[in-house]
């Protein structure tokens, strides 16, 4: 029986599905960032406009993460019985990183951004009262940015370990 086609398999269906998870989520990162918000405030009337279909996308996109982190997840499954454990638990490691960023990005923050939303009453021309609220919603807007950059270096980090290590794996015969 030839097990190194086999394992072959395995490896091709483990980077195939890392891949994929990563391009998920961090080019949906990357793409939102650079390609959509700012130009959905550029084009669109007004910020209030803006931010509701910004916050719309954000939700979609967070989703679309969760998928990308499922995938990565899935690919270190396929790989725990060939890989070296330290080898699968560092990238699992680093998976759990991301995914506390995750949580409190897309969990935490954005709920907090979206309760101070619906109580400001116009980004635009705000009222005395609603500029506190500005103020705050500034800093967790701040703080969102920070840990989705945060997942973008742990993402390519992710991607360079995981190729060395389906590299390394693919130059050691299997039985």
Same mark, same amino acid.
């Given at each position: 029986?030839?097990?190194?086609? @086999?394992?072959?398999?395995?490896? +091709?269906? &483990?980077?195939? $599905?890392?891949? *994929?998870?990563? =391009?998920?989520?961090? #080019?949906?990162?990357?793409?939102?960032?650079?390609?959509?918000?700012?130009?959905?405030?550029?084009?669109?009337?007004? @910020?209030?406009?803006?931010?509701? +279909?910004? &916050?719309?996308? $954000?939700?979609? *996109?967070?989703? =679309?993460?969760?998928? #990308?982190?499922?995938?990565?997840?899935?690919?270190?499954?396929?790989?725990?019985?060939?890989?070296?454990?330290?080898?699968?638990?560092?990238?699992?490691?680093?998976?759990?990183?991301? $995914?506390?960023?995750?949580?409190?990005?897309?969990?935490?923050?954005?709920?907090?951004?979206?309760?101070?939303?619906?109580?400001?009453?116009?980004?635009?021309?705000?009222?005395?009262?609603?500029?506190?609220?500005?103020?705050?919603?500034?800093?967790?807007?701040?703080?969102?940015?920070?840990?989705?950059?945060?997942?973008?270096?742990?993402?390519?980090?992710?991607?360079?370990?995981?190729?060395?290590?389906?590299?390394?794996?693919?130059?050691?015969?299997?039985?």
């Amino acid at each position: 029986m030839n097990t190194t086609y @086999k394992s072959d398999k395995t490896l +091709l269906g &483990a980077g195939l $599905l890392f891949t *994929l998870g990563a =391009m998920l989520w961090l #080019g949906s990162l990357l793409f939102f960032g650079v390609g959509v918000a700012m130009i959905i405030f550029k084009i669109l009337p007004t @910020k209030d406009l803006a931010g509701t +279909l910004n &916050a719309a996308i $954000l939700h979609r *996109l967070n989703m =679309m993460e969760l998928v #990308g982190a499922a995938s990565m997840g899935i690919s270190f499954v396929l790989l725990w019985q060939r890989a070296a454990k330290r080898d699968i638990m560092s990238l699992v490691g680093i998976l759990c990183v991301m $995914l506390l960023c995750w949580c409190a990005y897309a969990l935490g923050i954005t709920s907090e951004m979206n309760i101070l939303r619906a109580n400001i009453n116009s980004f635009d021309a705000p009222t005395e009262a609603a500029k506190e609220l500005i103020t705050r919603f500034r800093g967790y807007h701040v703080w969102y940015s920070r840990l989705v950059s945060v997942n973008i270096v742990f993402g390519f980090g992710l991607v360079v370990l995981q190729m060395r290590l389906l590299l390394k794996m693919a130059a050691k015969p299997h039985e």
